[in-house]
Nanobody, 115 residues
Framework: QVQLVESGGGLVQAGGSLRLSCAAS????????MGWYRQAPGKQRQLVAI???????TYGDPVKGRFTISRDNAKNTVYLQMNSLKTEDTAVYFC?????????WGQGTQVTVSS
């Protein structure tokens, strides 16, 4: 089992910035992919960004150029720096972890962007 603990969500005005963190613990492996997905009310969960343990990254189209994902392998922690936030970025953000087994999810952290 892998446990994910997220932090850093909150309320911010449009154009502002937030930084999310997610720490993985438990039965983690050195080769893994961690990342962030988000889900707005009434919508499907969508990819925000993922990063491999080798630092390869993939971003969802809506956040390219505004969000940056990074990680600290020694701490099993992934970060999401969110800049130039828009009202449409409002959602619950979920941390994810996967290695050779099933995908694990964090409990989610609310990000609300006001106009």
């Amino acid at each position: 089992q892998v446990q994910l603990v997220e932090s850093g969500g909150g309320l911010v005005q449009a154009g502002g910035s937030l930084r999310l963190s997610c720490a993985a613990s438990g039965s983690t492996r050195s080769l893994n992919t961690m990342g962030w997905y988000r889900q707005a009310p009434g919508k499907q969960r969508q990819l925000v960004a993922i990063i491999t343990s080798g630092a390869w990254t993939t971003y969802g189209d809506p956040v390219k150029g505004r969000f940056t994902i990074s990680r600290d392998n020694a701490k099993n922690t992934v970060y999401l720096q969110m800049n130039s936030l828009k009202t449409e970025d409002t959602a619950v953000y979920f941390c994810s972890y996967v290695d050779t087994g099933p995908i694990y999810w964090g409990q989610g952290t609310q990000v609300t962007v006001s106009s």
